[in-house]
């Protein structure tokens, strides 16, 4: 069955067309370049990975209770709609919302692989092509990965969030070299992450766990590479320039706090999208989910050296404002042992059952006639 019989609702159009704007530059320079950057290649290089071998994909997943959410996250829950579901409808309300977010994860790594391209096409400095090429490589692996996931597992995907697909297209639209590096490696790429983390931190099932780990290991890396190149570049910038590129942060961070509704999902169970709306805005969960999904933004934002007036105010008014003193290298740390600590338990598992396994042969073999 093809992706688009597995769609809740048709996507508004098959193939998304954005017209290509800036230029392709050449470097001619092919020795010197950052340290940092040069290493972060280096380990961009080390740590490929394959999913369809580093994944568990034999581990059964429940369509009706992928991620061992609790109701209490729901948004539907304890309203006059609740009352009235059954046990099923609840099961398939559980899986529409998952299908809602992975697929707009799904959505959001093409949208990175094709700016991850874009930046080895247009950005100056060749450490930098080197390293944007490793990311859409990285990028590749994580569409193919949910997508994977959504087609095997889940068996239903949603079509791109309007929001999420508007601020794509404002990213890719720009003919500034360093638009996509600050509109998807620190806006969407930093929003991703902090998603992909609540999730991986609070789900009870191991494989949508594990995708979670791994990915967000490659992602740490993602966000930093953004963070070195702009930091070092919007030194350079005059307070003009800084004050466009805050203005595209302050609008990018709303687009991106309203799409976080899930509205659709409440759509496709009856609920009016007014309605939907005021139960999202009442939902105490959604709320602290939101302000949750800040705390990759804010601190790298600050961090890379934008920080005016005006995108201080617009934190405040989030409520996102005194998330600039998080320590991000503290959690992409994590992020990385994470991962690596997921990899030594299941490792350490698997060797214990082939143990188990030789001992009972050897056992069955002395017990031979």
């Not at 068996?155 to 639209?173: A, C, H, V």
């Amino acid at each position: 069955m093809s992706t688009q019989d597995r769609y809740t609702n048709a996507p508004s159009e098959p193939t998304w067309q954005v017209p290509a704007t800036g230029s392709a530059r050449f470097s001619w320079e092919y020795e010197d370049g950052r340290e940092r950057l040069l290493a972060l290649y280096q380990k961009g290089k080390d740590k490929q990975w394959d999913g369809a071998k580093r994944i568990d994909w034999d581990l059964e997943v429940d369509p009706y209770d992928p991620l061992g959410t609790p109701d209490e996250a729901l948004t539907l829950y304890g309203t006059r709609h609740w009352a009235k579901m059954t046990e099923r409808d609840k099961g398939e309300l559980r899986k529409h919302y998952t299908s809602w977010q992975f697929s707009q994860f799904l959505h959001g790594e093409q949208g990175a692989m094709v700016c991850a391209a874009r930046i080895v096409e247009s950005v100056p400095d060749l450490d930098a092509k080197f390293y944007s090429a490793t990311q859409t490589m990285d990028e590749a692996r994580h569409a193919e990965i949910y997508g994977r996931f959504l087609h095997e597992k889940i068996g239903m995907l949603y079509p791109i969030n309007d929001n999420l697909q508007s601020l794509l297209g404002d990213t890719l639209r720009d003919s500034r070299w360093d638009m996509p590096y600050l509109g998807m490696q620190v806006l969407i790429e930093g929003l991703a992450l902090a998603a992909f983390g609540m999730i991986r931190d609070t789900t009870t099932k191991p494989l949508p766990k594990q995708i979670l780990a791994y990915i967000m290991q490659d992602e740490a890396r993602h966000v930093a590479f953004g963070r070195m190149a702009l930091r070092d570049y919007y030194q350079q910038l005059s307070d003009a320039e800084l004050r466009e590129r805050e203005e595209f942060v302050i609008e990018g961070c709303y687009l991106m706090r309203d799409r976080l509704r899930g509205v659709e999902v409440l759509e496709n169970f009856g609920v009016s999208k007014k309605e939907a709306e005021e139960y999202s805005e009442q939902s105490e969960f959604l709320h602290l989910f939101r302000k949750l999904l800040f705390s990759r933004i804010v601190p790298c934002v600050k961090d890379i050296g934008l920080w005016g007036e005006r995108l201080q105010k617009a934190y405040l008014d989030m409520g996102v404002f005194e998330m600039g003193d998080a320590s991000l290298d503290l959690l992409m740390s994590q992020d990385e042992e994470i991962a690596e600590q997921l990899d030594r338990e299941r490792f350490a598992a698997e060797e214990q059952e082939r143990v188990a396994e030789v001992a009972q042969a050897v056992a069955e073999g002395a017990d031979a006639p």
